[in-house]
């Protein structure tokens, strides 16, 4: 499964945020954080901006919902044109209506667990979901330093994929750097979100490509 990489424009210059996505357009999709200040301690972007975003940016874009009450607010990213959207399972209460409500918009579905969320409570629903996003750092802020016990559980997670036969990315976000990629592909994830480690490189490009190649080189070797 080749490797993605989806740059976070947390670590871009929000007054500029088309340069900065356009400078991206090498990747494979621009993730998005929305955060509401409630679920976790940070306010970004909201459904206005992010529409416009999906109207200018030349990659698709990857929306993770950092928000109380996804159930109700998702449903609105898929239809502003979002290629994916990820919620958070500790926030929604009826998450495969949602999955299946993102899917019907043309969405791909994704899941995300914050570092202490255990995944086996929700490996029966991966059949219901595009993606699992296995949060590596706390939510809420970009530039923290990656968490080493959360790649237990992204092998767990992809052992559940393979074994039931799904094609189901697992999305790792927080910590992803040249020094952390391929131990974090060894453990089975594809989709890579990496933000300072891209928009503070000396070439944004060149460190995409570095950021592919160190992943595909590891995942190649299984």
Known sequence: MAALINPSILSADFANLERDLAAIGTADYAHVDVMDNHFVPNL???????SRLVEVSPIPIDVHLMIEDPDRWAPGFAEAGAASVTFHAEAARAPVRLARELRRLGARAGLALKPATPVEPFLDLLSEIDMLLVMTVEPGFGGQSFIEGTLPKIRRARAA???????????????????????????????????????????????????RALANASTHRH
């Open 44 to 50: 970004t972007l909201g459904l206005p901006l992010v």
């Open 161 to 211: 994929i393979s074994e039931a036969g799904l094609d189901v990315w697992v999305q790792v976000d927080g910590g992803v750097s040249r020094s952390t990629i391929e131990r974090i592909a060894d453990a089975g994830a594809n989709v890579f979100v990496a933000g300072s480690a891209v928009y503070g490189a000396a070439s944004i490009p060149a460190e995409i490509d570095t950021l």
